[in-house]
């Protein structure tokens, strides 16, 4: 899911999003979300490989131990990928339905423009 989700982050084009606000906005959004999933990514991959040590911590009535910990962290890491590979997959969805309704906007307006100048 990992090379999926930077794949669509790094196939995102707002070549023809004529607002540059909205621009700027989704780009930091998209580098924020990159940078999480590198660091996610990371992090799980070093715990992978390093799931062979393990520790106890017990403080009073809390007992925990490094696997309950790391299937914390696991649990998180593949829910905020499948989130946020949804969100990605939802947001390019969206920018292309704007993109087409705008060139269907300035086509119609285009061809009507055309037809009043013939008559």
């Known amino acids: 899911m990992f090379p999926l989700a930077l794949t669509l ?8 999003v004529p607002n540059n606000q909205f621009v700027v906005e989704k780009r930091t959004e998209l580098k924020y ?7 996610l990514f990371f992090i799980s991959t070093l715990f992978f490989l390093f799931k062979s040590v393990s520790f106890n911590f017990s403080w009073k009535w809390i007992k925990f131990n490094s696997t ?7 649990l998180y890491c593949i829910c905020f990928f499948i989130k946020n590979f949804v969100s990605l997959a939802v947001l390019k ?3 292309d339905d704007e993109i087409r309704k705008l060139k269907n906007r300035e086509r119609n307006q285009h061809e009507k423009a055309n037809l009043e100048s013939i008559s």
């Open 9 to 16: 982050i790094a196939s995102f084009s707002f070549y023809e």
């Open 93 to 95: 969805d969206e920018l």
């Open 68 to 74: 309950s910990f790391f299937a914390i962290f696991y």
């Open 33 to 39: 979300i990159r940078n999480m999933f590198i660091i």
